[in-house]
């Protein structure tokens, strides 16, 4: 195995400064990766392979020249197929985008430039981020590493596989319920959703624009900490953007966790439906945040079993208003008809997955005359007694914990024919969604059969420090191997 694909964001970054290797060397080495393995794993849907090594060599020259880098410089960092990328292929892991190349950066893209990261290319996805399993994309799913025959999680599929398969050191993604935190949980990563408005969302294409924020995943917390102190902060065209700069992530990371209140979710641990295996595991690292200083206290979520369906009518209303604006008319793909409405009719039948239109006929419904107040106010109603729960529970507690996610990976179209049984995956994930708050992934080990294990760490709303802080301090503690268990397979090319 090549020392500079195991190795973390801020061990590349230590090995340029040191001059033990260059950014061309890291970024040839991640690009000779993914040619090697992605027939299997299937993270990327487009590789930026020369752009990449151009970048690079501007870091090298740049470096050389002793003139300033970014935060970032020569990283590589691979990016969900969900952020306008100008000139290169940007889809939303949907066929009504195939082709599509915009003439504009996201915000999140632009700033990775600006810290001199160096961009892989665009990851797999469910199409428009609506999944828990990667199955979803009109490309094909992507493998978990771990074993590939089951998923790495979803929404954001290909940006935990290519992390977990050391294609890149970081990813971003997105998480509107659960889309980081629950591949993180699952690839066994780091996965961190921010603060609604800390990460611009302009460019990226919207789901649910008032849950949709962007993250990062990676191998550590240091990495994650970093990689989103370069995301994060103001931005002039995101109405919904918080007016302040990035937070100072990286100061206080190794205050550990001593006299930190950290309150342990009843009903995440009494849920039906909860693995063994999870539980133990989840179990064991909430003790072990005890024996490391932290004072655990109970706390209860009372309305956070009405989570799961409030959040399936707000985000699929939200979905079916967004996603109107994929007509045939503007961009993407058009199919030929006689007139405009069967064009638009024939287009968007054409261009959707299942569950995407599932997805836009219930926000329909729930939006429609007779229904709204029914539906989409009663479920707005149960979101604020969610964000009241949280807020009572933060009087008390600096974090909270549970698990990520019910299970481990699970096979590959093993609920693929059951759409109640994929959402269910993130009921662990979605209150604090609904919230607004912070939350990530953290591996806390393995289950019976070797499958990775997330604990969930929740804030309160731009409480990200104190979040990472805790989750540092159990990572030192556990000490645990990040290379998935297959990777090595995975480095020779298939026979």
Same mark, same amino acid.
């Given at each position: 195995m090549h020392a500079l694909l195991t190795a @973390?964001?801020?061990?590349l970054l230590a090995l340029q400064e040191a001059? &033990?290797?260059s950014a061309v060397d890291i970024a040839r080495a991640h690009l000779d990766r993914i040619a090697a393995t992605d027939d299997r794993v299937h993270a990327f849907l487009h590789v930026t392979a020369d752009a990449a090594l151009a970048a690079a060599a501007d870091v090298d020259r740049r470096r050389a020249a002793g003139e300033? $880098?970014?935060? $970032?410089a020569g990283v590589p960092v691979a990016v969900k197929d969900l952020f306008a990328t100008c000139g290169v292929p940007t889809t939303a892991g949907s066929r009504i985008l195939e082709g599509h190349r915009p003439v504009y950066d996201a915000t999140v893209v632009a700033r990775l430039h600006a810290a001199d990261a160096v961009v892989l290319g665009k990851t797999n996805m469910d199409e428009f981020a609506m999944g828990s399993s990667g199955e979803n994309s009109a490309y094909g799913p992507s493998r978990n590493p771990w074993d590939l025959d089951r998923v790495p999680g979803g929404s954001s599929a290909g940006s935990a596989a290519a992390v977990a398969a050391l294609q890149a050191p970081l990813a971003v993604g997105t998480d509107t319920g659960g889309s980081i935190r629950q591949p993180a949980s699952l690839s066994g990563l780091v996965g961190v959703k921010p603060t609604y408005g800390l990460v611009s969302r302009y460019g990226m294409f919207a789901f649910a624009s008032s849950l949709d924020q962007a993250g990062p995943f990676a191998r550590d917390v240091a990495g994650a900490a970093l990689a989103l102190e370069v995301i994060a902060g103001h931005d002039p065209l995101d109405s919904t953007s918080i007016p302040q700069a990035a937070p100072d992530l990286l100061a206080g990371l190794e205050r550990g966790v001593e006299g930190l209140r950290v309150g342990v979710v009843a009903e995440f641990l009494a849920t039906d439906g909860l693995a063994p295996g999870v539980k133990a595991r989840v179990e064991d690292a909430i003790q072990r945040l005890g024996k490391l200083g932290a004072e655990l206290v109970d706390v209860s979520l009372p309305h956070a079993q009405y989570a799961l369906p409030a959040y399936y009518v707000i985000a699929?209303?939200?979905c079916s208003s967004n996603l109107s604006r994929y007509d045939g008319v503007r961009y993407g793909l058009r199919v030929p008809a006689e007139t405009a409405e069967q064009m638009m009719a024939v287009t968007r039948e054409a261009g959707f997955g299942r569950e995407v239109k599932r997805r836009i006929m219930i926000g329909t419904y729930a939006l @429609?005359?007779?229904y709204y107040d029914a539906y989409y106010v009663s479920a707005q109603r149960v979101r604020t007694l969610v964000t009241r729960d949280f807020a009572d529970a933060y009087r008390r507690c600096d974090v $909270?914990?549970?698990p990520t996610a019910p299970e481990t990976a699970f096979r590959l179209g093993a609920k693929t024919a059951d759409p109640l049984s994929m959402y269910l995956n993130d !009921?662990? @994930?979605i209150p604090s969604s609904l919230a607004g708050a912070p939350a990530l992934s953290l591996p806390v080990g393995a289950d019976e059969r070797g499958l990775p294990v997330g604990l969930q760490i929740m804030a309160p709303v731009l409480g990200e420090a104190t979040m990472l802080r805790a989750a540092r301090a159990l990572e030192a503690d556990l000490? $645990? &191997?990040? !290379?998935p268990s297959g990777a090595n397979a995975l480095e020779a090319p298939r026979p």
């Open positions: @973390s964001a801020p061990e001059g &033990d290797a300033p $880098l970014g935060p $970032l699929p209303s939200e @429609s005359a007779g $909270l914990v549970g !009921v662990f @994930s000490a $645990l &191997d990040p !290379v």
